[in-house]
């Protein structure tokens, strides 16, 4: 495992026990080293959407699909946003 | 159950698909053809039937349904028309979509037991969520009483629902909690589940990002959303 891994690994744990800070402390750090991660990115857009930060979270998920137009999953997550 | 719906516009259209979906029995009744085969697959019966006639709405029985329901709004005198009729027809209770006060006023009269205002309805709750970006829904009970559902103000996080004393200070009653919950989706990525507590207990924890179903009167309600 490198060093994104690990992180990565210990913010999905914070993430999800629930201790949202944290969590997202993690995955800003490792987009401070990567800014492109795409995973960190992603959960980051999940973790907004967890704590009704609807316009992070679309920014997050929006990012994604930047990176990546065909992520399935970024984009499902952002359609529903709309919705909300 | 079993529903009638008359008129199948969006609105009706909409009720008698998600009625089924529900496992209802629904009769689906318009007299644009075109409109009736697209849910024929969708609903236990869908038919060709001018509403406005008194004969061939009695040869449907309606007394046998729990609901009947006139969703069309736009031709007045065929809303009215056909809630007249079908309360002669027997139908146990009519719900009847309304366009106008006047409109509303005339349905209630004529025997329908609910009258809906359902652009007005959305109206509301729309303007309720853009003026108060914390407010994701909105249900006028009275005049005085409303149900409205609010992010979780940050003074809430963390306390039980008792320690908020939303009842004794607020004057509030939380009826339900809507959370986000993560958990893993696969072996990689975590997602988000919804979960609804209703009458949660009062040793309940409020947590971050949770969104609270409140009751209470309206001015009581406006003072909450202005906490921090």
């Known amino acids: ?84 | 159950m079993e529903f009638c719906v008359i008129g199948l516009g969006r609105f009706g259209s909409a009720i008698a698909q998600t009625l089924a979906r529900k496992g209802h029995e629904v009769l689906a009744i318009d007299r644009d053809e075109g409109r009736v085969q697209e849910l024929e697959d969708k609903v236990s019966q869908a038919l060709v039937l001018d509403a406005t006639n008194e004969k061939a709405l009695k040869s449907l029985g309606l007394k046998d349904f729990d609901w009947v329901i006139i969703a069309m709004s736009q031709d007045i005198e065929a809303s009215i028309l056909s809630t007249m009729l079908v309360k002669e027809a027997g139908a146990k209770k009519v719900l009847a979509k309304a366009s106008s006060d006047v409109h509303a006023k005339i349905l209630k009269r004529i025997g329908a037991d609910r009258v809906i205002f359902p652009e007005r309805e959305m109206g509301q709750k729309v303007a309720e969520s853009l003026s108060s970006p914390r407010i994701f829904d909105y249900i006028e009970l009275s005049p005085e009483y409303s149900i409205v559902e609010i992010v979780a103000p940050k003074s809430f996080q963390g306390k039980t629902i008792k320690q908020t004393e939303a009842r004794t200070k607020y004057g509030i009653h939380i009826i339900a909690i809507k959370r986000k919950k993560p958990e893993m989706e696969n072996e990689s990525k975590v997602t988000a589940r919804d979960l609804i507590l209703v009458a949660p207990d009062p040793n309940e924890e409020i947590l971050q990002g949770d969104l609270l179903v409140i009751l209470g009167k309206i001015e009581n309600i406006e003072k909450v959303k202005e906490l921090k």
């Open chain 1, 1 to 84: 495992m490198n060093d994104i891994e690990i992180l990565l690994e210990k913010a999905k744990v914070y993430f999800l026990s629930q201790n949202y800070n944290e969590a997202e402390k993690l995955f800003l750090k490792i987009l401070e080293i990567e800014p492109n991660n795409l995973d960190a990115l992603y959960h980051l857009g999940v973790l907004k959407e967890v704590i009704h930060d609807i316009e992070g979270a679309r920014k997050y998920f929006e990012r994604v699909l930047e990176i990546d137009p065909e992520n399935k999953e970024a984009r499902e997550r952002l359609d529903k946003l709309a919705e909300i």
